[in-house]
């Protein structure tokens, strides 16, 4: 007898459904930090800096250093007025602090350069800046500029991937394979949702599943335990 093994894949209709019950849900779960201050500010430049200092640090840490720098030069023209040593101190202790500061000036000297103070709106120029790459360059155009775009971090690589609706080995291969499969008018959502969703129930290690509102939708790929 042969054993035919048929790869169970979640659909577009049913990675929908789950957006939609994943966004009732929402409200419960703390945003993440960068989000909250997009919608605060619907300032693309506070969001680039913010999203900087936010790779590979806490949400608490990077809500107050973001504050503190803030306080000392929120627009490009009055950062680049700021030491390296200046700017470093005030994001403190985000993770790489140091690098952080130097890319944050720099980003900062091009914009007035190159883009009269501005940040580009595209993301082949948000792409040229020192230290962007395609998840801080999309989730400016998301949130900054309100622009569709998939911003794939560590969460939204693994959720998609767990669920079953990708098969992908790297979040730039998730983005460009939910580019292909989910509509426009949903692909700003994805990150705020799944990410959220993925710091409070959906977890790397031990996912809550019996408190996740689209267990049912989910084929636990690569979940080894669960809670």
């Known amino acids: ?29 703390n945003a993440p930090v960068v989000t909250l201050l997009a919608h605060h500010t619907k300032d693309p430049y506070k969001v680039l800096i913010s999203t900087i200092i936010s ?10 250093a973001s504050e503190r720098l803030f306080k000392l030069a929120d627009n490009p023209y009055d950062m680049v007025k700021l030491s390296e040593e200046e700017i470093a101190k005030a994001i403190y202790p985000a993770g790489f602090y140091k690098n952080k500061a130097k890319t944050i000036l720099e980003v900062s000297k091009t914009l007035i350069e190159k883009y009269n103070g501005k940040v ?21 155009l998301s949130l900054g500029f ?3 775009a998939i911003c794939v971090d560590i969460h939204v690589h693994r959720i998609c991937n767990r669920l079953g609706f990708v098969k992908t ?15 426009k008018k949903y692909w700003s959502k994805i990150n705020d949702l799944l990410v959220a969703f993925g710091q409070t129930i959906c977890k790397p290690v031990s996912p809550l599943c019996s ?6 939708y989910c084929e636990k790929v690569g979940v080894d335990r669960h809670r």
Not at 9 to 29: A, G, N, R, S
Not at 55 to 64: F, G, H, I, P, S
């Open 55 to 64: 790779l590979r640090t806490k949400d608490e840490v990077t809500a107050k």
């Open 1 to 29: 007898m042969i054993l035919i093994i048929i790869e169970v894949i979640v659909d577009t209709k049913t990675f929908l459904k789950v957006l939609q019950i994943l966004e009732k849900e929402y409200p419960k779960w």
């Open 146 to 148: 309100n622009k569709p």
């Open 211 to 216: 408190k996740c509102p689209v267990e049912k």
């Open 120 to 140: 580009p709106d595209k993301l082949e120029e948000l792409l040229k800046l020192k230290g962007v790459g395609r998840k801080t360059a999309n989730l400016v």
């Open 169 to 183: 080995k790297t979040p730039e291969e998730t983005e460009f394979e939910l580019m292909k499969k989910v509509p």
